[in-house]
Each structure stands twice: as structure tokens, then as C-alpha cells.
């Protein structure tokens, strides 16, 4: 089915790479404008040049998501340019692992929390109100399995994408109260093939080898389906949450991670 966000308005932090370049590229090849916001000047605007060249429509806006000033400039810039605002996907983030909880430094847990958490609550502070304006849409806050299970190694980064669970959830049902047509929702990948485990400190993870994090080989061991899930099967579920095939989905969460949270399984040799 094709055009499945037709004339919507997108917006999608992060957007220049992994997930949140998939995400953008996928609502903009079903119909949506989408604006792509990053930290990185370099690959957002090269891809929105490959959207708009393959016949979509999208811009780049460079944003710090922890920025109050720059969330007031972009949702503003939003609504001069196209004077309403559908969907908002708060897909940026960064992970830091470290060997054990007390080996983080404050700067680091709070660097992590302002990013992960404060962004999320400040897209819905200043992008809210116009999606109201716009008379309904759908939030997608990007969470992770880290906001359903710990892991060893990523305390704090579980305790930010868990807080996005719920704070998704408690916006979900002031939207609902307020009878908006608002929908409010979390996604939560698995291990997925992205750039980001490149950032990730080998020894952080208890990979003593010290060697590069292969995602595909830890999916191996850990997913009962045997494989890392790629950027473009967590955006096919942003797509699902944002468009009207999920019109009765809100407060929920959306877990995309090859089974991981469900148990395990015993592989036959």
C-alpha cells in the first residue's frame, strides 16, 4: 500500500543516520514532507538531497535536541513553512555504556539524560501545541528493549529509554483526556545493524577480545531469531504508529527486536 501518510507533515530528530535516516526516507517515499533534524550538517543534508531526488519531499534543519531556543525555532520554522505539523517522531539519542554504573561519570549520565530524555520531553513541550493546531496526529518516541529489561553495562541508558516508556504513556492519556486526536506511542528495537555500535567501547559490553562490536554476531547469540534486525524494520513500524492503520493504537509500545523480550530459545547444533 502506497501513500500510507500522504500530505502529512514528518518530523524526525536525528534524522541524518541509522534509524532516524530509514524512518525519514520511508514516510517521505509513502507521502509525507518530512523535515530531518541532526546534530550533523554533513549527512542530513545529503540525505534529504537523495529524498527530494527520488521524487519526495524533505529539508534538513539543523537541531541539538537538548537546545530549549533551538526546539522554539524549528517547530516555528515548521509551521511557517507548512502551517501544520502530523507527525513527530523523537528518534534521537546516544547510548553509553560502561563497564560498571560507578565507572560513569555525572557528565556522562547527564549528557545521556538530556539527550535521550530531555529531547523527548521538549518535542513534546513546543511540537504539542501545533499538532493540535493541525487537529490531531501521532507521537512516535523512540525507546529501545533497554526501556523494558536492564542491561548490564547500559544502567543509564536503560533508566532514560525506561523513562520514555512511561512518559509516552502519561502524555498518551492527557491527549486522550483532552480529546485532541493526538496518538502517543514508543517504539523498542532490539539489536539492530546501525553505525551506533561503533560507538560503543568494546570493554564496555564485557568483550574482553576488545575487538569492534559485531551486532550481527551478538544477535546470533542473544535474538531467537537468529539475526540483527536492520534500520528499515524498526522505520516500517514508526510508519505503522504513525499512519491511519494504527488509528485505535495509543500508550502502547511497539517492540521490535526478533524476540528477545519474549525468552529465549536452545538452537539445535
Excluded at 501513500?3 to 518530523?11: D, F, R
Excluded at 531469531?225 to 516500517?236: N, P
Excluded at 505503522?240 to 539445535?268: C, F, H, P, Q
Aim: hydrophobic share 45%; net charge neutral; aromatic share 4%.
Amino acid at each position: 500500500m502506497a501513500g500510507q501518510v500522504e500530505g502529512k507533515v514528518a518530523l524526525v530528530t536525528g534524522g541524518a543516520s541509522g534509524i532516524g535516516a530509514a524512518i525519514a526516507e520511508l514516510l517521505a517515499q509513502e507521502g509525507a514532507t518530512v523535515v530531518a533534524t541532526d546534530i550533523d550538517e554533513l549527512r542530513g543534508p545529503e540525505l534529504v538531497a537523495g529524498i527530494n531526488k527520488a521524487g519526495g519531499k524533505a529539508v534538513f534543519l539543523q537541531q541539538d535536541v537538548t537546545s530549549e531556543a533551538r526546539w522554539v525555532e524549528v517547530i516555528a520554522d515548521i509551521e511557517q513553512r507548512f502551517g501544520r505539523l502530523d507527525l513527530l517522531v523523537s528518534n534521537a539519542g546516544i547510548a553509553i555504556a560502561v563497564p560498571s554504573i560507578v565507572d560513569m561519570t555525572f557528565g556522562d549520565w547527564r549528557r545521556q539524560t538530556s539527550i535521550n530524555l530531555d529531547g523527548v520531553f521538549l518535542s513534546v513541550k513546543y511540537g504539542l501545541p501545533l499538532m493540535r493546531k493541525t487537529g490531531g496526529g501521532s507521537f512516535v518516541m523512540m525507546s529501545s528493549l533497554a526501556g523494558l529489561r536492564g542491561a548490564a553495562g547500559l544502567a543509564g541508558y536503560s533508566a532514560t529509554k525506561g523513562a520514555v516508556r512511561l512518559f509516552a504513556k502519561a502524555v498518551a492519556m492527557e491527549c486522550a483526556a483532552a480529546g485532541d486526536g493526538i496518538r502517543v506511542n514508543s517504539v523498542h528495537p532490539g539489536i539492530i545493524d546501525t553505525p551506533i555500535w561503533g560507538k560503543i567501547p568494546a570493554e564496555a559490553t564485557g568483550n574482553r577480545a576488545n575487538a569492534p562490536i559485531d551486532p550481527e554476531e551478538r544477535a546470533k547469540l542473544a535474538t531467537p531469531l537468529g539475526r540483527a534486525g536492520q534500520a528499515a524494520e524498526i522505520a516500517a513500524g514508526v510508519l505503522y504508529l504513525a499512519s491511519d492503520a494504527s488509528r485505535y493504537v495509543t500508550g502502547t509500545e511497539l517492540v521490535i527486536d526478533g524476540g528477545m523480550n519474549a525468552g529465549a530459545i536452545t538452537r539445535k547444533a
